[in-house]
């Protein structure tokens, strides 16, 4: 398939593309786009055959429903089957356009193979003046998951998505480096309490400031119970090396990738880091990438997913990775880090 690629900036907006692009959407094609948390593979969510097109082009595991993204209140109450709730409406209020996806019961226009069978929908409105106005002029809510063949690191620039899916997409809509850089945190309303069933760019704090208890679903810290959110079973984010997280105290977890990086070395094994700012003058080896500072945890949230395709480029054989702190932000970031080393820690 030839792929149309635009290259388009967020703050001048060029219509007319735009418009090229909705009318792809519109005949049930597909259209990579940015997003604020990473780029998108959207298609018309109302359209079964094109919610298949999305799952084949990234190679998606069809048990993972996807996200409906929508651009005013109208469409929103368009794919879902119930009234709005207070929670839900004191939530749009505060963190829409952003990074928090809100779990509905779905609307009869919800075809199943955008819920993967489920009775829900998932529903975000996404912070990226280029993903809205593509919204709008296609008239349509798009379904889109993370615009990277499955399994692979989530992708926050242009030409990370050309790598992966020039050829698989229709057209592909290139922005600026995605602000965020990791996924919306997942919201379940349904219960007593609301639960978080995927971490990401909003945190468990800023839900805890407007909703007061939330909760996070058991399936993410206890592997014996199954997560709600299907995707969260699946390993993820995977750099072609096989990673190793380390954790503990700083100075300790700096000494032993110090040593395991020497004894990798010396077998002549071609070794990458994953350090942070703080820390990234203490190390020796091929390859030495910061995700960020530990004083600010964004940065490292911004930085994570394309430090990991980095070492892809770089042909490493071997990434020894820090864990960061839990707190705030954190606590997506190491959840993608844990998944991306497939749950490979050591302990100091
Ligand atoms: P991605 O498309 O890569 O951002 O992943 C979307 C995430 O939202 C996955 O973890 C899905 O399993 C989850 N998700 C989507 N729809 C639902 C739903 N109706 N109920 C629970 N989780 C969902
Ligand atoms: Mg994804």
Redo the contacts with the bound molecule.
Sequence with gaps: MKTKIYQLDEKNLDIQAIKEAAEIIRSNGTVVFPTE??Y?LGANALSPDAAKAIFAAKGRPSD????AHISCIDMLLYVIGEPLSDKAKKLMNVFWPGPL?L?FK?SSAIPDEV??G?D???VRMPDNAIALELIKQSGLPIA???ANISGKP?PTKGEHVIGDLDGKVDAIICGSSSRVGL??T?L?LSGAIPTI??PGGITLEELQAVLGEVHIDKGLVDKSTTP?????KYTHYAPEAKMILVKGELQKVVAKIQQLAAEQKAQGKLVGILATEETKKDYQADVVLTMGSRSDLYTAAASIFDALRQFDKQKVDIIYAEAISEESIGMAVMNRLNKAAGFNIIEV
Excluded: F, Q, Y
């Design positions: 948390t990473v998108g993972n429903p996807l996200i996806t779990i779905k819920t993967a489920l829900t929908v998932a889109a998951p993370s989530s996924e919306s997942v379940d069933l995927r709600k959110a299907p995707g969260m």
